[in-house]
C-alpha cells in the first residue's frame, strides 16, 4: 500500500479563492491587522506571508510592526487600539514575543470578534463549549483537509498526538464536534504506538521529528503531520512519511500538507469575522 498525499496547497488554493470571491461581494473589504513585535527572521517571514495572500485576496493591510523593546503597556495599547477601531475587521499579534512580554495577557486583549487566530481565553471557552466563534487556524484547516478527502469523521475514532493549546486542544474539541471518538496522546501517554494504531484518523502535533513510524499506524488510517522540522536532510515532520506511507491510506506530506492551510484558514477566519460584523450591525 502507498498512502495517497492529501495536497495542502491545492485545498488551500480553493480556500483562497473562495474567500476572494466573497470579499469582492462586500461593500467594503475586510481589514486584517497583523502585529509584529521586533525582527525576528523567521516571524518576518511568516507575517510577510500573511500580508501577501491578504491583499491577494481583497483584503486591506493595516500591519502594525512594533520595535523589540516595546513595553507591556504600549503593546498593549497598540492592541486596544486595533480593537476600537472598525475599519480592522481582524487582529493577530505573531508570536513568539520577546521574552519581556506577557505574551498570554497581550493576546487576551484582543476581542473574540477580531480573534482570527482563535486563541484568546474567550474563543476557547465558545469552542469547548461548542459556540459559534473564530476557530484556530491551524486545526481549522486539518479539518478542513479531512473534508475534501471525504473522510468521514461521525462515530470515526480519532487520535491527536500533542495536547499544546495551539494545535491539540482545539483539535480534539473540532473533532468531537464531528462526533468523533477522540484520543489525545501526550509525553507521559504510555504504549503510544498501541494507541495510535486504533486510529481511523491519526493527527500527529508533537513538535517531536519522526515521532510517529509504521509501527504506530493502523492499515488505512489517515494520517495529517501538522510538524515541521529543519533538519541536516531537508524538512520533516512529526511522522515518518517514508515508512508510514506504506501503511497509511492517505498521508499530509511535509512541506505541501497542513502548512498552506493555516494562512488559508487565517483569510477564511477574517472574511467569517467580516459578515458577522455585518450581520450584527445590520441587526
Not at 512541506?255 to 450581520?279: R, Y
Request: proline share 7%.
Amino acid at each position: 500500500m502507498t498512502a495517497t498525499p492529501i495536497d495542502g496547497r491545492a485545498v488551500a488554493a480553493q480556500v483562497r479563492a473562495r474567500v476572494a470571491r466573497a470579499v469582492a461581494a462586500l461593500p467594503v473589504p475586510p481589514g486584517l491587522a497583523t502585529v509584529l513585535v521586533g525582527d525576528d527572521p523567521a516571524s518576518a517571514i511568516y507575517v510577510r506571508n500573511k500580508r501577501r495572500q491578504c491583499v491577494e485576496v481583497g483584503m486591506r493591510d493595516l500591519h502594525r510592526h512594533l520595535p523589540g523593546d516595546v513595553t507591556q503597556a504600549g503593546a498593549a495599547a497598540v492592541l486596544d487600539e486595533l480593537a476600537a477601531d472598525p475599519a480592522v475587521t481582524g487582529i493577530l499579534l505573531q508570536l513568539p514575543l520577546p521574552p519581556h512580554l506577557d505574551a498570554a495577557a497581550l493576546v487576551d486583549r484582543i476581542p473574540p470578534a477580531k480573534d482570527v487566530d482563535g486563541l484568546t481565553e474567550g474563543s476557547a471557552g465558545r469552542l469547548a463549549l461548542g459556540r459559534p466563534g473564530l476557530r484556530p487556524c491551524t486545526p481549522a484547516g486539518v479539518l478542513a483537509l479531512l473534508d475534501e478527502t471525504g473522510v468521514d469523521l461521525a462515530g470515526a475514532h480519532a487520535v491527536v498526538v500533542g495536547r499544546s493549546d495551539l494545535v491539540g486542544k482545539p483539535m480534539a474539541q473540532l473533532l468531537l464536534q464531528r462526533h468523533a471518538t477522540v484520543t489525545v496522546c501526550h509525553s507521559r501517554t504510555k504504549e503510544l504506538a498501541a494507541t495510535c494504531r486504533l486510529a481511523d484518523v491519526l493527527v500527529v502535533a508533537a513538535g517531536v521529528p519522526r515521532l510517529i513510524g509504521a509501527d504506530a499506524v493502523r492499515p488505512g488510517a489517515t494520517v495529517v503531520d501538522v510538524g515541521i522540522h529543519r533538519t541536516a536532510d531537508g524538512l520533516c515532520g512529526d511522522v515518518d512519511a517514508a515508512a508510514v506511507s506504506e501503511v497509511a491510506g492517505a498521508l499530509t506530506p511535509v512541506p505541501g500538507g497542513v502548512g498552506p492551510m493555516t494562512i488559508a484558514m487565517l483569510l477564511h477566519n477574517t472574511l467569517e469575522a467580516a459578515t458577522t460584523a455585518g450581520a450584527t450591525h445590520a441587526a
